[in-house]
Structure formats: C-alpha cells, structure tokens
C-alpha cells in the first residue's frame, strides 16, 4: 500500500524513539481528491489512534492511516534522502489529488485520471491545464487548453508531441488521436 523506504522507516524508528511509549506515525491526505490535496506524516499518540484507522507495519513501528486518506494514499513512497546540503523526507502520492480507477473502469475515467494524475501536474508549471471534453465515436479524445495553455504558442507542440503521445502510449487500442477545441486568444494568461 504505502511503500517507505529503508533510510524512512530507520529515521521514524529514531524519530519514535524520543516519544512516548506505543507513538506511532500517522500519515494524512489534507482535502483528499481536490486539487487542493496536501499529504503529511505526524506523530500518532496511542491515545489518538480510531478504530477506523489502518493499521501498516513496518521495521519497528507502526503507521496509521484515517480512512478518509487511504485510498488517496494507494501507491504513495516515503523515502528519505541524504544529499550534500542536509537530509529530507520525501512524500509521493500520485493518487492524493484524485482517486485511482481501476484498470475496468469506463475509458472516459481512465483517460480523466491520466490526465488529472499526470498530464495537468507537468502543464502546471506553466500555469495551464487541459480539461478532456468528450470522446467521439470516430475515437477521438477531445481537450480543451486552459491557463497559461490558452493562446500559448506551443499548444500545437505539446498537444501532438506531449499529450496525444501519452494518451495513445496508454490508450492507443481505444483511441485514435487526441483533437483540440480550444479556441485560443493571446493574452496576459498565455505562457511564452
């Protein structure tokens, strides 16, 4: 479920160590499925432990998760990391900000969890977005551009060569190719 590296699971052993008897960690989705959604790691007291918590077992301790949290936290990595400047804890969970589907679910879900999970996160970093629109019965994936997206002279780059190339890696057997209906007007929002 939630995958903690060696280097983690000795740092909360030493972490623990310094708490009261039976601590454990919780781990935690903050506005879990919006994309608003914040994950963290605290410690986790016996006396706040519910009988709805998952319990994990790791080396030496225990990690509580609420209910709420668990499935945003399906595939989530916890590492921690020495580098030249200090050590940190990492905390990856690609499914925080939307719920996983399953590998059945309808293809309108699947295509939307990509792009919600992967796509949307890398257009971020410039403001953008895209929003798929529909799937036509010809087998084409219709997006629309939003943000820093709209306007951008890239657009037609980044649709053909980034998204259209990664949708049909994982969907070429369902769809055909992806079309834009973004109509798209310069302005201040547009990334250069």
């Known amino acids: 479920m939630i995958n903690i590296s060696e280097s983690a699971q000795a740092h909360f052993v030493d972490l623990l160590s310094s708490q009261a008897e039976g601590t454990h960690i919780r781990i935690f989705v903050i506005n879990p499925g919006t994309p608003n959604a914040e994950c963290g790691v605290s410690y986790c007291p016996p006396d706040t432990v519910e009988a709805t918590d998952a319990e994990f077992t790791y ?62 996160p890398t257009l971020a970093s410039h403001g953008g977005h895209i929003n798929l629109l529909e799937i036509t019965e010809e087998g084409f994936a219709i997006i629309q551009f939003g943000g820093g997206c709209n306007g951008c002279s890239m657009a037609d780059v980044t649709l053909k060569e980034g998204i259209e190339k990664q949708l049909l890696e994982a969907f070429g057997d369902e769809i055909k190719g992806i079309k834009d209906a973004t109509e798209h007007q310069r302005g201040d929002h547009s990334y250069y």
């Open 59 to 120: 080396q030496g301790f225990s990690a509580m998760v609420d209910e709420k949290s668990l499935p945003f936290l399906e595939d989530a990595e916890i590492d921690y990391v020495t580098e030249q400047l200090g050590a940190q804890l990492t905390l990856k969970a690609p499914n925080a900000k939307i719920k996983a589907v399953a590998d059945n679910a309808p293809l309108v879900e699947r295509i939307e969890y990509m792009i919600q999970a992967e796509i949307n």
